[in-house]
C-alpha cells in the first residue's frame, strides 16, 4: 500500500489511482527565476522515488512537471540537475491547464513546494520541505555543488523527511558521498558470496517504509544491517540490491569490477 503525508489533513493518505494500474503524478514547479531552485530538485525527487515505490507493486506511473503558466521552452534548473541526481525524466511538461490533457485525466497526486495553493489542486497534495544548499560559504549553491558524485545529492536529500526543510552544506554532502562509496564497496564485496534470501522481517520493514516514502527510515534499517554481526553476506546483498530500485544510488555499480 502506498500513502502519502496529505497536506490538507497533516495525516498519511492511501494513494488511490483513479484508472486502475495508472498512477497519474504531478509535479508542479515554480517558473525559472535564475536562481537555483533546489526545492524543485526535491518536488522531482519525491515524485521518481513514487514511482519507483509504485512501480515495485506493479503500477505503471505517469509524471508530468506542471508549471502555473506556459513553460519555458528549456529546462530550468531543477530539470537540468534532477537528470544528475538519477531522477527519471518526465513523460512530459504542461502548464497546469493543460496538464490534464498530458496525463490523459486528472492527476491522482500532486507534489509541490511551498507556495502552490492547495485549493488548486484536486487529488492527493503533498508537499516538498524547501531546500537550501550552501557550498563553501556561498548560499543557494548551484549546480557546481553536485559535481563529483552527484548521487550524494540524492542521499542527503533521502537523509530527511520529504515534507521537513533542508539546509545542505559542505559537511553533509562528504559524510553522504563517503557513505554511498562506502556501501558500494560493501555490496560489491557481499556479491562474492553465495546468494541468501532476504530476512522476512527486514522485507517487511523496507516494504513499509517504501509503502509511506519514508526514505531515513528505510536507510536507518539498511545502516543496520550492514553492521549488524553475523548477518549473512548474500542476504545483505540481496537486501541492498533491492533496496536500490527504489532509493537509485546505484549500490550495485562495483560489483564485478576490479578491486584497485
Known amino acids: 500500500m502506498l500513502r502519502l503525508l496529505d497536506a490538507r489533513s497533516g495525516c ?32 522531482l525527487l519525491i515524485a521518481d522515488l513514487l514511482a519507483r515505490a509504485a512501480e ?12 502555473p503558466g506556459e513553460p519555458a521552452a528549456e529546462a530550468g534548473f531543477a530539470e537540468r540537475a534532477a537528470g544528475l541526481l538519477g531522477i527519471h525524466p518526465p ?26 495553493p492547495d485549493d488548486q489542486l484536486r487529488g492527493l497534495v ?17 549546480a557546481g555543488a553536485i559535481r563529483g ?28 558521498c563517503n557513505l554511498t562509496a562506502r556501501w558500494r564497496v560493501q555490496v560489491a564485496d557481499w556479491a562474492e558470496s553465495p546468494s ?11 516494504d513499509a517504509a517504501f509503502g509511506d516514502l519514508d526514505m531515513p527510515q528505510a536507510l536507518q534499517l539498511l545502516t543496520g544491517l550492514a553492521q549488524e554481526a553475523g548477518a549473512a553476506d ?17 549500490l550495485a555499480r562495483q560489483v564485478g569490477q576490479p578491486r584497485r
Not at 486502475?20 to 530538485?41: K, Q
Not at 541468501?196 to 523496507?206: H, S
Not at 548474500?234 to 546505484?250: I, P
Open 12 to 43: 498519511h493518505a492511501q494513494v488511490k489511482p483513479a484508472r486502475p494500474g495508472l498512477l497519474r503524478v504531478g509535479a508542479h514547479l515554480r517558473p525559472g527565476s535564475g536562481e537555483p531552485d533546489w526545492t524543485g530538485v526535491r518536488v
Open 56 to 67: 515495485l507493486g506493479g503500477l505503471q506511473v505517469l509524471i508530468v512537471v506542471v508549471f
Open 91 to 116: 513523460a512530459g511538461r504542461a502548464s497546469s491547464a493543460l496538464a490534464p490533457a498530458v496525463l490523459g485525466g486528472l492527476a491522482d497526486v500532486h507534489i509541490a513546494g511551498p507556495g502552490v
Open 126 to 142: 503533498t508537499r516538498a520541505g524547501a531546500v537550501r544548499v550552501r557550498m563553501q560559504g556561498s548560499a543557494d549553491a548551484d
Open 149 to 176: 558524485d552527484p548521487l550524494a545529492m540524492r542521499l542527503a536529500l533521502m537523509s530527511r523527511r520529504n515534507d521537513h526543510a533542508a539546509d545542505i552544506d559542505d559537511t553533509e554532502l562528504v559524510r553522504a
Open 196 to 206: 541468501r534470501p532476504m530476512r522476512p522481517r527486514i522485507r517487511a520493514e523496507l
Open 234 to 250: 548474500g542476504a545483505r546483498f540481496e537486501t541492498f540490491a533491492f533496496a536500490d530500485r527504489v532509493l537509485g544510488l546505484e
